[in-house]
């Protein structure tokens, strides 16, 4: 029973503190006893490649910046304990006095944590290897390109597009391609 109420809400906190936020619940979970309502808590965060002088180094970036995920069975006391948590500023989807949040969609969230890496669901795609497909994000968002192949197994598409007046071969995840009717 308790499986079907778990769900995902979004926790607005102030920018620059999404891990600090992430460690206040993570230690508030034993202390004040909600350890049963409070299952997982998740900065949205990708590593990427920044270059700077000829020299590149990874850097993580935090993708949704003074937001926290949050997997929880909405109790009053499980409420009170994240809201009131510092470093947060409120519920995304909460009125305000004394609402509860909505829930997010599990498509959506699932969307936030394929893309982050943690999620073992497969996205079911609407295209194949010789389609045109749209890319939705990164840096080659709105480009059209045609699939060469795909990899099941990573969930990732080598797309062809046209950089510099050349056909260039990319790798895009699965999630961020969309069939082009």
Same mark, same amino acid.
């Given at each position: ?13 102030? =920018? ?5 936020? !992430?460690?206040?619940? %993570?230690?508030? +979970?034993?202390?004040? *006893?909600?350890? #049963? ?61 004394? =609402? ?5 969609? !599990?498509?959506?969230? %699932?969307?936030? +944590?394929?893309?982050? *890496?943690?999620? #073992? ?61």
């Amino acid at each position: 029973m308790a499986e079907e109420k778990k769900e995902w809400y979004v926790v607005n906190t102030y =920018a620059g503190h999404e891990n600090r936020v !992430k460690d206040y619940l %993570e230690k508030r +979970l034993e202390t004040m *006893g909600i350890a #049963d309502n409070l299952f997982q808590i998740v900065v949205a965060e990708e590593t990427q490649i920044e270059v700077k002088n000829k020299k590149s180094k990874e850097v993580v970036k935090n993708i949704f910046p003074g937001y926290v995920f949050v997997e929880m069975i909405m109790t009053d006391e499980a409420w009170y304990v994240v809201r009131n948590t510092p470093g947060v500023t409120g519920f995304i989807g909460s009125s305000g006095g004394g =609402a509860k949040p909505f829930p997010v969609a !599990k498509s959506e969230i %699932e969307n936030v +944590l394929r893309r982050i *890496g943690k999620s #073992d669901k497969n996205v079911e795609v609407q295209f194949k290897v010789g389609d045109t497909v749209k890319i939705l994000s990164g840096p080659f968002s709105g480009m059209e390109g045609i699939v060469d192949s795909m990899n099941d197994q990573t969930q990732v598409a080598t797309v062809l597009i046209i950089l510099f007046g050349r056909e260039t071969p990319t790798d895009i995840n699965y999630i961020d391609l969309e069939k082009v009717i």
